[in-house]
């Protein structure tokens, strides 16, 4: 069965802090994707990234990072230097391809508040 | 690009009602989704289509039903209204909807059941 755990309910930081989002998946899928989306108050879910699970080269994009390891089944997300407007509700989310077409599990969501 | 519309947005019905939901992909998408997202029980997987097809199906009572026209809009329809089914629907589209495709989500319609 697929599952994602997001273990930290709500963070809450100052401005400029860096903070890391935890993600664990399970899946018994060999090839599998997984998933980082954002979710503003505005409630419409904004794609940040996406990874296979052959693919385990962290990336970093501006101020956002991700840390894939398999080892660890984890998909961890960094936010450095932190601004207001990074305040949301962060989901992980992961896809399995046995399963043909869409359908992707989420975690529960982490919520993110960057205090001024 | 136009991104993902939803319509209605903001709904209001009573229990035992019927509601439909509509959903318009962005322009070349193939792949509709729909979600439904509550404080208790979080983002959960609805249904998909695919080519007018549903392709895979979440773990809902058969209330809940869907459909995709040949221009790849689709509708969400749920029959007998609980209290429960208050929540935020959302769609979401792909353009081949393969495993590993992103999904670009619209901005939901919210659902009250009183």
């Known amino acids: 069965a697929q599952k994602v755990t997001q273990a930290q309910t709500e963070i809450s930081v100052v401005e400029k802090e860096d903070v890391t989002l935890d993600c664990v998946y399970e899946?018994?899928?060999?090839?599998?994707?997984l998933f980082w989306y954002k979710q503003p108050p505005s409630g419409e879910l904004v794609f940040l990234i996406r990874?296979?699970?052959?693919?385990?080269q962290n990336e970093i994009s501006g101020r956002y990072s991700w840390n894939f390891q398999k080892s660890t089944s984890s998909f961890n997300f960094t936010i450095t230097a932190s601004q207001v407007v990074d305040s949301a509700v962060y989901f992980c989310?992961?896809?399995?391809?046995?399963?043909?077409?869409?359908?992707?599990?989420f975690g529960p969501g982490t919520r993110l508040s960057v205090l001024p | 690009k136009a991104g993902v519309t939803q319509t209605p947005r903001y709904l209001i019905k009573t229990r035992g009602q019927q509601v439909t939901l509509s959903c318009s992909p962005i322009?070349?998408?193939?792949?509709v989704s729909w979600y439904q997202q509550t404080p208790g029980q979080g983002l959960q997987f609805l249904f998909e289509y695919f080519s007018e097809t549903q392709r895979n199906k979440g773990n809902f009572p058969g209330r809940f039903s869907g459909r995709q026209f040949s221009n790849s809009r689709s509708e969400m329809n749920v029959s007998t209204l609980e209290l429960g089914d208050s929540a935020l629907y959302l769609c979401?589209?792909?353009?081949?909807?393969?495993?590993?495709?992103?999904?670009?989500f619209g901005p939901g319609t919210r659902l009250t059941v009183l």
């Open positions: 899946t018994r899928d060999t090839t599998y994707y």
């Open positions: 979401a589209s792909s353009r081949t909807g393969t495993s590993g495709n992103e999904q670009f």
């Open positions: 990874r296979n699970s052959f693919d385990e």
């Open positions: 989310a992961l896809s399995e391809a046995r399963n043909y077409g869409q359908n992707f599990v």
């Open positions: 322009s070349g998408h193939r792949s």
